[in-house]
Nanobody
Framework: QVQLVESGGGLVQAGGSLRLSCAAS????????MGWYRQAPGKQRELVAS???????KYTDSVKGRFTISIDYAKNTVSLQMNSLKPEDTAVYYC???????????????WGQGTQVTVSS
């Protein structure tokens, strides 16, 4: 069974940095893409950044130039380096992966449990 385990959230002052990591474990055959979503109170979950096979990265406009996503395919781990954090970045951040398990013909989407990021002003 595939699991995504996140780490690295916490409380930081505006202008500070945090690094989120997410490790995928289980019987994984291949990873199509991994990414990070976030959900602030009263708001819909939104895509923050994603990275696909070939390391093609995409970012939502509000984090461009501040956040960097990276992936280590050997370790099935995706990381999000967040710099110049702003109070509006406060949210629960969720790891997401589209991957294929061994002996399964199709790729499916998986989610982590979420990690809280709080940026104080």
């Amino acid at each position: 069974q595939v699991q995504l385990v996140e780490s690295g959230g916490g409380l930081v002052q505006a202008g500070g940095s945090l690094r989120l990591s997410c490790a995928a474990s289980g019987s994984i055959y291949s990873i199509n893409a991994m990414g990070w979503y976030r959900q602030a109170p009263g708001k819909q979950r939104e895509l923050v950044a994603s990275i696909t096979t070939g390391s093609l990265a995409k970012y939502t406009d509000s984090v461009k130039g501040r956040f960097t996503i990276s992936i280590d395919y050997a370790k099935n781990t995706v990381s999000l380096q967040m710099n110049s954090l702003k109070p509006e970045d406060t949210a629960v951040y969720y790891c997401n992966a589209v991957l294929r398990e061994r002996f399964v013909s199709a790729a499916y989407e998986y989610w982590g449990q979420g990690t809280q990021v709080t940026v104080s002003s």
